[in-house]
């Protein structure tokens, strides 16, 4: 523990160490000027496969299974490490630089959408799909998608931060966080103990979104933080991290712009639906040359 005192005023004279220090600043807008490229869907997503960016992937991958033709996309890579993110063109998609952003191109001007509980909002409207009608259904739909909104917070930028990223371990921040994320487990595992999916029988946008932070996390996917917040106890929410990952279009979309893991679970871009089968092909010659 520090005797830090802060500043009457702060300013940005250092980086503030860590993983990603060389990519945060106190100030917005881009940096560089670079173009986004353009394929040939109507949608156009700038991504990385973190957990906010399979969300949206993961919808689109279950909106073609559902046999929504309009739903076909490009996903181009954002290599937020690079700083791609502060180039021009990602920015006028996203004013706050982050990963997902969409660009519906199918109309006759193209719509920006930034934020993936919008993009997923967006989309689920667009296509009727995945988001319930029914005015009940309907508002307990938002109210878990805003959950996540709200909550994933505390378990990346918080949790997360502190206990695999930051330069330094500190206990009160780690304590803190810790101590927010297994109360959200313990909200979501309530929740699940009698429903299916997060808001009762119907699989929505709301366990698309949910799935990728909280059942990555109990299954041992995020930060090395398994045993240390016993997740194991988190029997419901193991039972339905187990279910959603199980969906075809749930491990396609999960690959999706991953640069992270082992090569098998990683597609850096995807253009069409034959990028999965090219993805296995070539990992099957893989194995075959190094068997020889």
């Known amino acids: 523990m520090t005797d830090y005192v802060p500043p009457k005023v702060w300013t940005w004279d250092k980086e503030n160490g ?3 220090a ?3 600043r106190p100030v917005a807008g881009a940096t560089h000027e670079k173009e986004l490229p353009v394929g040939r869907h109507p949608l156009q997503l700038y991504s990385l496969g973190t957990p906010n960016g399979q969300k949206v992937t993961i919808l689109l ?3 073609l299974a559902l046999g929504h033709r309009g739903a076909e996309y ?5 290599r937020i490490n690079d ?3 502060f180039g021009s063109g990602f920015v006028a998609v996203n004013p706050n630089s982050k990963i997902p952003a969409l660009l519906d191109r199918s109309g006759p001007k193209p719509i920006r959408v930034f934020e993936s509980g919008a993009i997923l909002l967006y989309l689920a409207e667009k296509f009727a799909a995945l988001v319930p009608n029914e005015p009940a259904a309907r508002a307990e739909c938002l109210s878990w998608l805003f959950w996540q909104m709200g909550s994933a917070p505390y378990l990346g930028g918080g949790f997360g931060h502190f206990y695999a990223y930051a330069p330094l371990k500190i206990e009160y921040a780690i304590d803190r966080y810790a101590m927010e994320v297994k109360r959200q487990l313990d909200v979501l595992d309530r929740q699940l103990a009698g429903n299916e999916f997060v ?8 366990d698309i979104a949910i799935w990728p932070w909280y059942g990555g996390l109990v299954k041992g996917q995020q930060y090395g933080a398994a045993e240390f ?3 194991q106890d988190y029997r419901h929410v193991q039972r339905w991290a187990d279910a959603v990952g199980a969906r075809a279009a749930v491990k396609r979309g999960r690959i999706v712009n991953r640069t992270s893991g082992p090569p098998s ?3 850096h871009e995807r253009h069409d639906a034959a990028d999965f089968q090219a993805r296995t092909q070539d990992k099957l010659e893989g194995m075959a040359r190094a068997a020889v």
Request: glycine letters at 10%; zero cysteines; hydrophobic letters at 40%.
């Open 74 to 78: 490009d996903a181009w890579l954002i």
């Open 229 to 231: 917040l016993s997740v």
């Open 61 to 63: 991958e279950e909106l």
């Open 265 to 267: 679970e990683q597609l």
């Open 22 to 24: 060389r990519i945060n």
């Open 83 to 85: 700083g791609d993110q």
């Open 199 to 206: 808001t009762g029988s119907q699989y929505t946008i709301a």
């Open 18 to 20: 860590g993983q990603f």
